[in-house]
């Protein structure tokens, strides 16, 4: 899998927009961008996902980059809930590659 | 839908013996995956199953056997346990993604956190 890059951690204020970025520049055409999050002693949870448009889904919404070489997660009002380790992994959609690659993520801190 | 559970929660073991980790999910998935999390390294693949009676190594297969004998149970065993299999597993699963493996989604567990002394 094509590698990401993202900041090691991000504050918010509660009820604020956040803007989680990631970079890929060796992204190939037919990777697809996913997010992750994981709550504090808990599982990986599922986010979005996406190829070359944006995406919005009843959690967050995805902003792809026209080049496809960096990406943002945007959570529109951030909760206490929403304090996380983010994670952002390219999918190849090709051959038997099964397995999600996690890097370190972004750490979430949500201040009330 | 209780979606993916593990039993158990936690587990403390000595070196050289042995469990099994139980992963069930409702959601009638063919792909289910075993996880292991240690600080700093992210979350790698134990063992995975494209569907009832098979199974494949994943990238960090060692010390470990797997079962998928139901559709919807896979079992992670540790036949004699090693301190450094101390670490937090996750049970993941995923339907078959209509739109190629980029499309695929997994579905996680709560996690098992183990120590072996």
């Known amino acids: 899998d094509a590698k990401t890059t993202q900041p090691n951690s991000m504050e918010s204020n509660e009820e604020e927009p956040v803007h989680l970025p990631c970079n890929h520049s060796t992204i190939s055409g037919t990777d697809y961008i996913h997010w992750y999050r994981q709550l504090p002693s808990q599982g990986p949870e599922y986010v979005i996902h996406?190829?070359?448009s944006n995406v919005n889904n009843r959690m967050a919404s995805l902003a792809i980059a026209e080049d496809r070489k960096s990406s943002t997660l945007i959570l529109h009002r951030a909760t206490l809930r929403d304090a996380a380790v983010y994670y952002c992994?390219?999918?190849?959609?090709?051959?038997?590659?099964?397995?999600?690659?996690f890097g370190k993520g972004t750490l979430l801190t949500v201040n009330p | 839908n209780a979606g993916v559970t593990q039993t158990p929660k936690f587990r403390v073991l000595k070196t050289g013996q042995s469990m099994t980790l139980l992963c069930a999910q409702d959601m009638n998935h063919e792909y289910m995956y075993w996880y292991r999390q240690d600080p700093g390294m992210g979350l790698r693949l134990i063992h995975y199953?494209?569907?009832?009676?098979?199974?494949a190594k994943g990238e960090v297969p060692d010390g470990y056997n797997v079962s998928r004998l139901k559709k919807q149970n896979f079992l992670l065993g540790l036949e004699s346990a090693a301190p450094s299999q101390t670490s937090v597993y996750f049970c993941?699963?995923?339907?078959?993604?209509?739109?190629?493996?980029?499309?695929?989604?997994?579905?996680f567990g709560p996690g098992t956190r183990l120590t072996v002394l």
């Open positions: 993941a699963s995923s339907q078959t993604p209509s739109g190629g493996r980029g499309t695929d989604t997994q579905y």
């Open positions: 199953s494209v569907g009832e009676g098979t199974t």
């Open positions: 996406g190829l070359t």
């Open positions: 992994i390219l999918r190849w959609s090709g051959g038997s590659n099964y397995k999600l690659t």
